[in-house]
Structures are given as C-alpha cells and as structure tokens.
Nanobody
C-alpha cells in the first residue's frame, strides 16, 4: 500500500528556512514522478516543485529559494525552503503522479510570519 507522510513544517520568521520531508512506503521514489504542492487559505492548491528521474521543475514564485531533492536509499523526498516569505504560508503536500492517478500525503503546515 502506497503511503506518503510529510513532516518538517512549522512556524518561522521571514527570511528563515525549513526543510520538509516526505517519507514514502509502498513504492520506490527512484523512478517515480514526485511533486510538492501547497495550498494557502482560500486559494487553490498549486504546484511548487517536481522531480522525475533527472529532471525537475520549480514554480517561478519559489525558483532560487526552494530545492527539491531525494534520498533513494531512505525513500524520502525533501523540500529545502530558504528565504521564506509570508506568502509561502500554506499547507504543503507531497504527491506522486502515476498515469492519471494522484497519491497524496496528509500535508504539513508552514507558517511564515514575524
């Protein structure tokens, strides 16, 4: 059974950093299309970053500040977030896209405020 479990969220001041983790079980992340989304209150869920084999994507709003990486041995996806801004406040979700199917974690809250 596939399972994605996010952790690492919290409260941080503007300019701070956080690293989110997505621990995966039930499949190998090595060849999987993995994504991080976020959803702020009252807004639609938006794609933040993705990785598939050696390719990656970042939303313009996070490019240069966020880095998606993976540890294949531990089967964990990371999202390193630097220079955080109040507009980064959201619930962050880990996602696997397989064909037309989406698998989601439960989300982890990130709050950026002074």
């Amino acid at each position: 059974q596939e399972q994605l479990v996010e952790s690492g969220g919290g409260s941080v001041q503007p300019g701070g950093s956080l690293t989110l983790s997505c621990a995966v079980s039930g499949f190998s992340i090595e060849d999987a299309f993995m994504r991080w989304f976020r959803q702020a209150p009252g807004k639609e869920r938006e794609l933040v970053a993705s990785i598939f084999k050696t390719g990656g994507f970042y939303a313009e709003s996070v490019k240069g500040r966020f880095t998606l990486s993976r540890d294949n041995a531990k089967n964990i996806i990371y999202l390193q977030m630097n220079s955080l801004k109040p507009e980064d406040t959201a619930v962050y979700y880990c996602n696997r896209r397989l064909g037309s199917q989406d698998y989601w974690g439960q989300g982890t809250q990130v709050t950026v405020s002074s």
